[in-house]
């Protein structure tokens, strides 16, 4: 692709708040990768409504998908200037049903919502620094939770995690700052997909 258009990848976008990220980026301008793991006929659909976007499809729970979905990204544009950690899961447990959080349980969650974003960044990296000027530095958003910073949530698990995202975010932004900025932002309860 020559077009020299910004790009922005949003994981977890083919619905609720990644999709109202991709289309609020894409009305700003940005070409916009957009990723899902399993919706891969409403990311095609979601592609298709929004100017220069494209679908990628990988789980983020493989590491190795994690290499292939920047690689690809990186091969379609040909850069790489905003990445959006959007990609997220959740399971209810109440929070004093202690054996309910089960070691799978917090492996998957802590996996997805720190591991992941954490490689994706650092795959990134080399794109996003190549990208950034003084006067569009080039950023990562972490798509956090209220449940992160208050004792609240749907699963201690899921609130622990988070929390770590935003631990990471904060870590992150001293590191990579000022040519990659890096922040979160942590939302209340929104009503998107997963909670139906």
Do not use: C
Not at 80 to 106: C, E, K, Q
């Amino acid at each position: 692709m020559t077009d020299r258009a910004r790009v922005a990848l949003v994981t977890g976008a083919s619905s609720g708040i990644g999709l109202a990220i991709a289309q609020r980026l894409t009305q700003a301008g940005y070409r916009v990768a957009l990723h899902s793991r399993a919706s891969s006929a409403a990311g095609l659909q979601a592609a298709a409504t929004l100017a220069g976007a494209h679908y990628f499809q990988a789980d983020l729970l493989d590491e190795a998908a994690r290499r292939e979905l920047i690689h690809q990204v990186v091969a379609h544009y040909g850069r790489l200037d905003v990445l959006v950690n959007n990609a997220g899961a959740s399971s209810v447990i109440p929070h004093d049903d202690l054996w309910a959080a089960t070691p799978d349980i917090w492996h998957h969650l802590y996996e997805l919502h720190v591991v992941a974003p954490w490689q994706l960044i650092a795959l990134g990296e080399p794109y996003l620094r190549a990208a950034s000027t003084d006067e569009q530095p080039a950023s990562v958003l972490n798509i956090s939770s209220h449940a992160g910073v208050r004792p609240k949530g749907a699963s201690i698990p899921y609130a622990a995690s988070k929390a770590a995202l935003n631990h990471v975010t904060r870590l992150l932004a001293k590191t990579l700052g000022p040519d990659i900025r890096v922040n979160a932002i942590a939302p209340g309860l929104v009503d998107t997909p997963p909670l139906h």
